[in-house]
């Protein structure tokens, strides 16, 4: 399977590395990164080793006797604990990954796809070497090999293709798997484990009448990001969960490219998080319904005791709207969920069922809650060195691109807002400048965000003029939509969220399901929404990636890069 990709490109963005835009961080170009990290660091003594490698591989999914061709990770644990690999035999998700606090681990990837690829451990901390960058994306055949010390708290996390311009279909045919990380703290609580530590992956594809997946279709799908109409759990439709009358955790993981869920329970009952993305929260936080944006994880408390046996709970992902922009709902609206061009479909925002827990054994006792599960240090203003000063992250579009920041995506390219001191701690603030002057005004904008780094007014930047003002048919459409945006390094927590201008209807819909507590790597961001977070740039210099995880927004360029130096 080839997707498409400009090699043209590539190979300029290649060279580049050595050329213009040297000169803005050269410390990172004296050598070529791939072939630096190709071998093993001698030095570096790991606890842990995988051989992991990526393929296309036939795997049955959907259960009318039809293989479908994927990409699929595999591993094979060369050293370390047994448990550290478990793979999902006739799936074509990769294998979950079990670290500890402090071990030392070493993944040797090797590329044996038809394509350039890259892995990235999203949410885990290490160095840039080890982030599974764009820049590193090899070559079929070739070898990367990752070595990190596993600093993260107990948590889950995803693993998944970063490649260069291929992010959206790699992830999408198959590369992405889930990630865990235990620490002495978590083992102390007594939480449920072995069978009663269950995943939870949700993932939307769209099938053809031959049973293979089919991608993006146009740019209406690019732009707006892929939606497919089959939601699968860890790999399957129709998922159904054998549960016993006790307590559980189920890691639950949205590897959607860009669909976002609003997980409910049909009858109403709460929903309870113990754990937030990338680590356990500090006690357990419990919503109405929790919204999930493509690349969130919620570790969830689900507690069958007392349930009769025999019945059964649907877990759903609710109505919601607002997270598109407010013409394509109508549209939606209109074709009864279908998105146009191949009819039917499942539309964001509309009401489905995702698993089903048939509750089958009644067991005596199971584990409490613990009132508290670990001490987070809280960050606040005083923390930051930036307060009044906020780093910028601009939801902006030009030529109906959305893009962070007002610039397309570059591999090796920062401006002067994105460099970054290591060990500071920062304020950030995410928002939508204003709407009216994007499209038209996109160029005088870039050429403000340019001039803002030379100390230029920082916070000014695209806010003048009235704010939620008239809005194109087309320009401004981005800043109409939900972005989840993440962050690679360290965890960030959020400081405020403050709804902007949008539909109070709407924003109803999804306004109690975010959990803003604890450490997090991606928030969802409504339209109009200003966010402010806090992230400290400790331990690691070099290049560190923002941008929006709609991964087909990611691919049109919607992505920077941190400059930690
Ligand atoms: Cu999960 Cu840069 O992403
Ligand atoms: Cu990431
Ligand atoms: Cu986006």
Redo the contacts with the bound molecule.
Sequence with gaps: MIHSIDYGRRQFLQYSAFGAAAAMIPELLLANPKSASSVPTPGFKPDVEIEFSAREVLVPILNNGAETRVQKYFAKLLKGPENTVQSFEDSYLGPALSFVKGQKVRIYFYNNLYEPSIVHWHGMHVPQKSDGHPMYSIEPGERFVYEFEVLNNAGSSFYHSHAHNLTGPQVYFGLAGLLKVTDENEKALGLPDGEYDRPLVIQDKQFNRNGQLQYVRGMRDRMI?FLGDTILVNGKPNAEFSVKTRAYRFRVLNGSN?RIYKLGWDDGTPLTAIGSAVSLLEKPETRPYIMLGPSERYDLWLDFSGRPVGSKLVLYSLPFSGTMPPMFERMQRMRGGGMGMMGGGLAQGEKFPIAIFNITEKVGDSPELPARLASLKKLSESDVDNADNPLPIA?TERHMR?LVNGRPFSLDEVMEIEKVKLGSIKKIKIFHPHEAHQEQGASEQSHDMEGMGHGGGRGGMGMRGDRGGGMGMMGGM?MA?????HLHGQQFQVLSRKEGHVDRQDYETVRHGFIDVGWKDTVLVMPGEEIEIIKPFQDFKGLFLYH???L???DLG?MRNFYVH
């Design positions: 990001g860009s939801i959305p981005m939509m939900a972005h989840p945006i929006c995880h709609n087909e927004h990611e919607m």
